[in-house]
């Protein structure tokens, strides 16, 4: 089937086999663009029912439209074929990741568990269940975002794996339900049961009922309980044992009602092992506040003589203090160790341990749970950021505190940035680009072309020539400020993902498929640099002395030392995606990753160490105030400052 055309399709490679049919990446011939076809194979094309089965999921899963679920682009029958045209994820499944890792960290897998809670919740909300949750139908792109695959179809009909009698059980072994093992209808309790046994497998690195037969493993989902993880790993909290019994329970009278109740006490879980303790303590205050307490009288043989209750508590509260201040020594004597080990571990020609020490990240809400894409300070106090489905965040407190101004566009935002107090600029999806003259109050739209997406613009120090770049090779160019752009010729016709100048005549831009363009124009014309690499290259930035960093897929990053004019790789130890690179007034680096990662350097870009950001969700976008400090927007309307 590689290199075959159906109906605007070409079929250029394999990307997995399932027990009716097989998943081809593609690319649309008319839209130019990869998509997911997945193809009913020939043995099924020959039963009705696999073929209404196939039918069904595509309508199912075409009606779900969230950030963590894949979407579906159309249908396809063409000359005996018959196929599912979807978004094509480039990233790895869920099992593949527990297989690589062994298992995972406990902050990374609530992260992950906190997404697929988002979208089964979705789901669940729309009428739909999925009924077949497991690892390998989960699949988390290169910026970190957890997409879930095939809604509306049992797949146990031909897999080694599931039950194979079709329409009595459905749902893969391992991962099914009580009630689906006792062929009853399966319901959202029994997605939510088979996302806490997932949720198990991505912490001990296997599912807990692994047994030989499956006649084990049925009698197991309905009689056994899984061992405790905290009796596997000792730094496992009790609660995630009792997260997990409450979601796998026989019962549903006893199981989560639903992924929002499930959601609930992860997040609180996730709060208490990320949140600084300052925050923490404010959560805290803020539920107490919010509870209504009765207080009963009390019974007369609990009594105390005034001074006896006065002696106890005063005591009990020193003991308190000495036993907090102890652990609390212990703990940032240990904790701090941990971290300037874990910042040792970097990558380049040269390691400095404890470069990245200096840096402690925290996290500052957000009053939305869309990915935030972009961030820009316009000076110590004012700043704004932009993200999914048109989402416009501000704060006037130099970050403390952020509110929402209004879902403008409705569409995916991917750039912000400002050229004065009140003067600013907004690029995204379909070809928009917002502008506003009163700060932020009332934003004006543009379309350049709605079947373009922009991702990146830049203002040069003037702050009267600017730039923005997008798909299609498209470059825009401005010399008043903004009031007007014009389309400037490309020799690529390759997604433009950033750009950055070295001065202002010297300027590079990167994209897809390892595209590098060069201008020394001012940016009138550019011309496509040798190919160093095929992966995509997301971001680039010149610091000093004409030394400029590009990053992008699989850990990839280019470095120059004379304006962009040769690049020369650097050896890197990240597997994910790099999504951005900056450079600070001061010349220190940073580079952040798709899973949480944030590498830093002080010796301009020869080598990087890596500073825990506390978060594994996509790092998007980083800037620095006047004052010099840093903050990141990320995914799931994350905000983070040093």
Known sequence: MVGKIIDNYKISAILG???????????DLRLERFVALKILNEKSLTNPNYIARFKREAKNQAKLTHPNIVPVYGFTEDDGTIGIVMEYVEGETLEH??????????AEALSILKQILLGIGYAHSKGFVHRDIKPSNIIINNEGVVKIMDFGISKSVNESTAITKTGVKIGTILYMSPEQVRAQEPTGQSDIYSIGISFYEMLLG??????????????????????????????????????????????????YKTCSEFL??????????????VQKKNKKKEKSKAKTVTIGREKPENKRPLKSKIRF??????????????????????????????????????????????????????????????????????????????????????????VNIGDTAGTNLYDVKFVSSDKGFIVGERGIILSTNDGGKSWQKFTYDTAISLFKIIFLKNNYTGFIVGAHGTILKTNDGGTSWIPVPSSSGQLLYSISFADYNNGVISGWNGTILKTSDQGKTWTEEKKL??????????????????????GEILRSDNGGEEWSKINSDSFSGLRTVFFSHYGTGFILGNKGEIFISNNSGKSWELSNSGSFSALTSITETPSKKIYISAGNGTIISN
């Open 206 to 255: 296997k599912a807990p009922f692994d047994y030989e037969s499956e006649y084990e493993i049925m009698e197991a989902h309905l009689k056994k309980n899984p061992i405790k993880l905290s009796t596997h790993f000792s730094d496992i909290p009790a609660e995630v044992d009792n997260i997990i019994g409450r979601a796998l329970q026989k019962t549903l009278e006893r199981r």
């Open 17 to 27: 086999e399932g027990g009716m049919g097989i998943v081809y990446k593609a690319f």
């Open 533 to 554: 690499t095929d992966t995509y290259l997301r971001d680039i930035c010149f610091g000093n002395d004409n030394m400029g960093i590009i990053v992008g897929g699989s």
């Open 313 to 402: 508590y005063l005591t009990a509260f020193v003991v308190v203090c000495l036993f907090g201040g102890l652990f609390y020594f212990v703990y940032s004597t240990v904790s701090q160790f941990w971290r300037v080990s874990e910042a040792g571990r970097g990558f380049g020609s040269e390691l400095r341990p404890g470069a990245a020490a200096g840096f402690r990240w925290r996290t500052i809400a957000s009053p939305t749970v869309n990915s935030l894409n972009s961030i820009f300070f316009v000076d110590n106090s004012t700043g704004y950021s932009c993200g999914d489905k048109g989402t416009i965040v501000k704060t006037t407190d130099a970050g403390e505190s952020w």
């Open 97 to 106: 990741l527990i297989k690589r890792k062994g298992h995972l960290e406990l």
């Open 264 to 277: 609930a006490d992860i997040e609180n879980l996730h709060d208490d092992i990320t949140l600084p303790p």
